[in-house]
């Protein structure tokens, strides 16, 4: 069975590569995405954002990942998303923080809430 931590990079790298099927099969079946000032996103709606994510995903990485056992049954793991993207000939570079709610599920460590985080150098 894969960590928390493990399966955040699994998630980091699906993201850059747009694969919506291995992310949803990484996602709890109540799964929330919230950024600060929005409403809560299902599965749905967080699956197709990343699929709408415009021009070319140079990569998703992650720093500083930390994790904290919630018993044996969830965890929570923070750090800073690190992302570029080529659109045209412009490259966007964004470093934003993340908190993520992992539980324990009979099929394994799945995703249960992600939060995003304004920029750490905002």
Known sequence: MHSPLEISEQIAEAIARRDVRTLAG???????????????????????????????????????LEMDMVRDTAALVTGIQHAQVKVGD????DR?????????????????????????TA
């Open 26 to 64: 990484l996602l709890a079946e109540d799964f929330s995405f919230r950024a600060p000032g929005g409403t809560a996103a299902s599965a749905d709606a967080f699956l197709t954002g990343i699929e709408q994510i415009p021009g070319e995903i140079v990569f998703v990485r992650l720093e500083g």
């Open 96 to 120: 934003r923080g993340f908190v993520d709610l992992f539980e324990r599920t009979a099929n394994g460590w799945r995703i249960r809430t992600a939060v995003d985080l304004p920029s750490p």
């Open 90 to 93: 412009q490259v966007f570079d």
